[in-house]
């Protein structure tokens, strides 16, 4: 019972914190939300200072691999969309296809990995509610996504806390 409780956990962070890395081009690195700093989620999971410390220990850690993974990355997509544009031969563009989802493999492992290592840092019962956490933020994006888009205004609804 305890697997697929983890799975679930490790589903839902990844869900928080790596959908904008599943785009197939995104502009830059996913600002990820720094919820361990967030004082409403530190409250509501019983976040210890200690423990958001560890955590944060962590994302700095990560920090740098994750960017220059990143930067690979781009630099793999930039030469591979270069290539299409010059109408290089298949096999070429097969093995620059190739190179790039290899980075981008890479770049989500780490991420994965990291994320791993911070719900860890979380005691059980703090897993339970950051699962319940996560469900109401997946509704609260589901919500958003469905009202219709105001020009020029961003949609209304809950934001995560700035920091």
């Known amino acids: 019972m305890m697997i697929p409780q ?23 690195p996913p600002r990820p939300f720094a919820w361990w700093k967030s004082e409403p ?44 544009q010059s109408d290089a031969d298949e096999a070429a563009l097969t093995r620059q296809i190739d190179r790039v989802e290899t980075a981008r493999a890479n770049a989500n492992k780490s ?19 950051f699962n319940a956490l996560h469900d109401r933020w997946q509704q609260e994006q589901q919500q958003q996504q469905q009202q219709p888009q105001r020009q020029g205004r961003p949609p209304d609804g809950p934001r995560p806390p700035q920091h």
């Open 41 to 84: 989620f530190k409250k509501e999971l019983g976040l210890t200072a200690d423990q958001s410390s560890r955590i944060d220990k962590i994302w700095e850690t990560t920090r740098v691999e994750l960017r220059q993974e990143w930067d690979e990355l781009s630099k793999l997509e930039a030469k591979l969309s270069r290539m299409i």
């Open 6 to 28: 983890r799975l679930r956990l490790a589903a839902a962070v990844l869900l928080i914190s790596a959908s904008p890395l599943l785009a197939q081009r995104p502009p830059d």
């Open 111 to 129: 991420r994965s990995l990291m994320l791993v290592q911070m719900v860890k840092v979380l005691t059980p019962e703090q897993r339970t509610r």
